[in-house]
């Protein structure tokens, strides 16, 4: 009996796919429609209460939970990654048209041996948000007008503790149709845990401050990003000069967003009291040996909702 059912189930997918084809192409949705078919499938499908928000180009949703985000773990390794130096302090803003890093870099001397321990997200948070980016991609990537970006805040409102995620519209849709690579996808989300007070019984997101997202404090806000990763999780830190690994990261972001609002990028070392400028025309000029990335329509999201049918499938094994 399972292997018939099975084989229907089979059948039906496919015939589902096929059929796609032919159907006639459905008109984008607009801003006001995508919101409601957000709201809808996290209501309905994963009985979620998101409350949604549109400042601008940026869209804003806030999902609290009554359950924990983070939990204590075993890391599944005793491996220690060699540093030749430690990141102390580094933040990235623009002043004007020209972007100032100020960074502080020790040697480091000598690690602790790993205790096996880490914190991680718990399965429940990594449900959440799969679930959440899943009514995100089938909702805009065929929108007419879509956010800019899409800030994504997940709150456990009995603990007072909440995770912000900032995408920018175009590296989801470049990742899930499979054109950005996960490696670069994960540099290029901004994660934010943060505790509050104001966070317990929160089920309206009332603390939450939104805004308009601009390019140029999501660029910056990137940088930074991208040079802590390089320098406290990648499994290649900087063993030379880690000075080239902070422009680095400025040339790679730059060039992932065709980025040029800019004059000039100011490098302040603390440590050493070292400063340089690089001009607009130097850095367009590092990153010409960069390839060209791939556009999103390059890849193909493919979305097919078989929560009916997999509830349908369910009741009957229930019987």
């Not at 400025?250 to 609002?261: C, E, L, P, S, V």
Request: with cysteine; glycine share 4%.
């Amino acid at each position: 009996m399972k292997l018939i059912r099975i084989y229907f189930v089979l059948v039906f997918i496919f015939l589902a796919i096929a059929g796609c084809s032919s159907k006639k192409e459905q008109q984008p949705l607009s801003r006001l429609e995508s919101e409601r078919k957000i709201i809808q499938i996290l209501e309905n499908d994963h009985n979620l209460k998101p409350v949604a928000q549109w400042e601008g180009d940026t869209f804003w949703i806030y999902i609290p939970i009554e359950k924990p985000l983070f939990a204590i773990a075993a890391s599944g390794t005793s491996r220690t990654v060699e540093k030749k130096y430690i990141l102390q302090f580094v933040e990235s803003i623009f002043n004007n048209s020209t972007l100032e890093i100020e960074y502080d870099v020790v040697p480091a001397f000598k690690m602790a041996p790993p205790n096996g321990i880490t914190n991680r997200y718990t399965q429940t948070f990594n449900n959440k948000y799969q679930n959440i980016t899943n009514a995100l991609s089938r909702a805009f990537f065929t929108a007419k007008n879509p956010p800019k970006f899409i800030v994504v805040i997940i709150a456990d409102i009995k603990d007072g503790i909440e995770m912000m995620t900032t995408f920018y519209t175009e590296d989801l849709k470049k990742y899930q149709s499979g054109a950005l690579p996960a490696d670069e996808y994960m540099v290029r989300i901004h994660n934010e845990p943060y505790g509050a007070d104001e966070i317990k019984n929160d089920k309206e997101g009332k603390h939450v401050e939104s805004y308009d997202i601009k390019m140029r404090d999501f660029v910056s806000r990137q940088i930074k990003n991208r040079i802590n990763f390089k320098f406290q999780n990648s499994d290649f830190p900087p063993d030379k000069n880690y000075e080239d690994e902070i422009i680095d990261a400025i040339i790679k972001t730059f060039h992932a967003y065709d980025f040029n609002d800019f004059s000039s990028v100011s490098l302040s070392d603390l440590r050493q009291d070292k400063k340089q400028t690089l001009s607009f025309e130097k850095i367009k000029k590092l990153q010409d040996p960069l390839p060209k990335e791939k556009a999103s329509s390059e890849g193909k999201v493919i979305t097919i909702d078989f929560s009916d049918m997999i509830k349908g499938l369910k009741k009957d094994s229930d019987q």
